[in-house]
C-alpha cells in the first residue's frame, strides 16, 4: 500500500474517533461500518476506528470494522496506561492490518493541571506505552498531546524515546488549535532535523481548526516533511473540528505545481462520503464549505455565468465531477422499472440486497406518485432514510396533522413498538408540537429537543423535506433524521429515530433499563 515515493503522504481519517468526539455526533455501530466503507471506497490508508477503552461501543466499532475491511489499517487510540493499550489490542484483534495509537500530554499545563505527572514520570511512561503497544503490534504511532504548547528540549526528548521504543509514526498534534502555519511547519522541519533517529519514522500531522487553520496548518507539516496528515470528513471534530479530509487532498491535487505530494484517495468519492457523514451525524455542512458545499460549484452572478458558458476554466480550478458532485439529473419517473431502479443505485453507489432494494423500489414508486420528478438526490434521500430507520425499535406508522391559523393545531399519531400499534392524539402550540406531544404522550420521555432543521431535498414545492433533530437525555446527546415530502412526517420520522439512538444509549449505559418506558 504505501509507496517508496518519497513525497506520498498518507491519509488517516479520524471521523469515527477524533470526529465522533464533536458533541451530538455519536453514531451506532451499523452508522459506523457504513461509513468505514465508505472510507475503504475513499481510499484512505488508516482508519481511526474508535478508542476502545472508553466505551463497549468504540471497543466493537474497532473490533467490527477490523472484521468488515481488508485494505486499510485499522488504528484504536489509547493512552499510556496498560490497560488502555491491552484493550485496544485486543479489539484490535480481528483486524487484516492494525495499528496502536498511544498518546499523553507533554506540554506543562496539561502535565500540570490534567495528569498531575511530574515531566520525568511522563517520559517514563512514553517508553513504557511504546514498548508496552509494540510488543503486542508491529505498527505503533505515538503523540504528544498539546505539542504546540510543549517546551522544546522536552518534546524532543520525549520523540526521541517514542522512536527508541518502537513508534513508527510519530504524530504531532496541535490540540487546542493554537499554531499557524510558519510556526507548525517549522516544528515538523526541526523535529525532523534535530530529533536521533527521526529519519526512521514517518511524521504526521494532527491539526484542529480553532483558529481556522487546520487545512493550511496540515499542508505546511507536508511542506516541511511529514508524510501523514490526521483529518475527517467534512472536517468535523472536537470543538471547530479537524483538518478536512476532502480539503487537504484537493489542495494537493489541484495545486500539485506547488504541493507536489500524492495520495491515494479516489476524489470522485469526496462527495458521497461528505453526504453520508452529514446524513448520519445531523450535522449540515455549511453551504459554502470548500469542495463539498452546495455552493461549491454555482455560479450565481451574471458575468461568472458567461464566462463559464464560454469556458469552465474561467470561474473553475477543478470540476464538479473530480469530488463526485454530478449535475442534478432527472432520474426516473412512475413508469420507471425495477431493473432500471436498480442501476440507478448502483451509479449512486448503493450495494444493497435483494429485499433492501425491493423495499427501496417500493419506497421509490410511492415517491413517483407525489412527485413528478425524481432526482437523484431524492433516491439518494429515500435509501437514506430506509437505511437510518431499518432496525429501529419505534417507528412511525401513520400521522394526521391539523395545522394553520384556525387551530386548535392537533397531531393524532401510530407508533409501532416492536412491532404493536400505539396511538395517541394532542395538541400543540403549532404542528410540530403537536407532533412531538403525541410522541411523548405514546412513549414518555425526558429528552430535550436542542436542534430541529429542515432541508429540501430538491427545488421545488414537491420536494421532499429532510429533518434532522439532536435530542439531549442525561448529558447524553443523539441525532435523528427522516425524509418525507411531508415536512411533518419527516419531523416524527426523524424525532423517532433520534429516541431509538437514545434507547440503545440506555441499553448500553444501564442494560436494566431496556424497558421502552421513558
Ligand atoms: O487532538 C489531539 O491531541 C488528539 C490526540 C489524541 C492525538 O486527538
Ligand atoms: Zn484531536
Redesign the pocket.
Known amino acids: 500500500m504505501t509507496t517508496s515515493d518519497p513525497n506520498h503522504v498518507l491519509i488517516f481519517d479520524t471521523t469515527l474517533r477524533?470526529g465522533e468526539q464533536s458533541p451530538g455526533a455519536a453514531m451506532s455501530l451499523e452508522e459506523k461500518l457504513r461509513i468505514a466503507e465508505q472510507l475503504e471506497a475513499l481510499g484512505v490508508d488508516v482508519i481511526e476506528a474508535g478508542f476502545p477503552i472508553s466505551s463497549n461501543g468504540d471497543f466493537e466499532a474497532v473490533q467490527e470494522i477490523g472484521k468488515l475491511l481488508k485494505e486499510p489499517i485499522i488504528c484504536g487510540?489509547a493512552r499510556a496506561g496498560a490497560k488502555d493499550i491491552h484493550r485496544a489490542a485486543e479489539a484490535l484483534q480481528t483486524a487484516k492490518r492494525k495499528r496502536i495509537h498511544t498518546?499523553i500530554s507533554t506540554s506543562p499545563v496539561h502535565m500540570k493541571h490534567k495528569l498531575q505527572m511530574e515531566p520525568h514520570a511522563v517520559l517514563e511512561a512514553v517508553a513504557g506505552s511504546v514498548s508496552l503497544a509494540r510488543s503486542l503490534v508491529e505498527d505503533v504511532e505515538w503523540?504528544p498531546?498539546?505539542a504546540t504548547r510543549t517546551e522544546w528540549d522536552f518534546l524532543c526528548r520525549c520523540v526521541e524515546a517514542a522512536i527508541k521504543t518502537g513508534a513508527s509514526t510519530i504524530?504531532i498534534?496541535d490540540?487546542v488549535g493554537y499554531a499557524v502555519p510558519q510556526e507548525y511547519g517549522a516544528l515538523i522541519a526541526r523535529l525532523i532535523e534535530r530529533v536521533p533517529g527521526a529519519e526512521k519514522v514517518r511524521f504526521s500531522t494532527?491539526c484542529?481548526n480553532d483558529l481556522g487553520l487546520a487545512v493550511a496548518n496540515s499542508l505546511a507539516g507536508v511542506a516541511n516533511g511529514a508524510r501523514q496528515i490526521e483529518c475527517t470528513i467534512n472536517g468535523i471534530g472536537e470543538r471547530a473540528g479537524n483538518a478536512a479530509l476532502e480539503e487537504v487532498v484537493m489542495a494537493m491535487h489541484v495545486r500539485h505545481d506547488v504541493l507536489p505530494f500524492t495520495t491515494r484517495i479516489a476524489t470522485p468519492q469526496l462527495a458521497r462520503a461528505s453526504k453520508l457523514v452529514s446524513t448520519i451525524t445531523g450535522f449540515p455542512v455549511q453551504y459554502n464549505k470548500a469542495i463539498v458545499g452546495k455552493n461549491a460549484f454555482a455560479h450565481e452572478s451574471g458575468i461568472h455565468q458567461d464566462g463559464m458558458l464560454k469556458n469552465a476554466q474561467t470561474y473553475e480550478i477543478m470540476t464538479p465531477e473530480s469530488v463526485g458532485v454530478a449535475k442534478t439529473s432527472l432520474v426516473l419517473g412512475k413508469l420507471s422499472g425495477r431493473h432500471a431502479f436498480r442501476e440507478k443505485l448502483t451509479a449512486l453507489g448503493y450495494d444493497l440486497g435483494d429485499n433492501a432494494i425491493a423495499d427501496a423500489f417500493t419506497r421509490f414508486k410511492d415517491l413517483a406518485d407525489k412527485k413528478r420528478y425524481v432526482f437523484d438526490e431524492d433516491i439518494i434521500a429515500l435509501v437514506d432514510d430506509e437505511m437510518a430507520r431499518g432496525s429501529d425499535r419505534i417507528q412511525v406508522a401513520n400521522l394526521r396533522v391539523v395545522a394553520g391559523t384556525w387551530g386548535p393545531q392537533t397531531a393524532e399519531l401510530e407508533l409501532t413498538i416492536d412491532g404493536a400499534v400505539h396511538s395517541e392524539a394532542a395538541r400543540g402550540d403549532g404542528p410540530v408540537d403537536a407532533v412531538l406531544n403525541a410522541i411523548k404522550k405514546i412513549f414518555p420521555h425526558d429528552a430535550v429537543l436542542q436542534l430541529y432543521q429542515v432541508h429540501a431535498v430538491t427545488e421545488g414545492t414537491d420536494a421532499q423535506a429532510e429533518v434532522s433533530v439532536r435530542l439531549e437525555e442525561n448529558g447524553k446527546t443523539v441525532t435523528g433524521r427522516g425524509a418525507d415530502t411531508d415536512t411533518l412526517v419527516a419531523t416524527a420520522k426523524a424525532y423517532v429515530n433520534a429516541l431509538n439512538k437514545l434507547l440503545v444509549k440506555r441499553q448500553k449505559t444501564a442494560p436494566e433499563a431496556l424497558s421502552l418506558s421513558g
Open positions: 477524533d487510540l498518546f503523540s498531546e498539546d504524530n498534534p490540540t494532527h484542529h
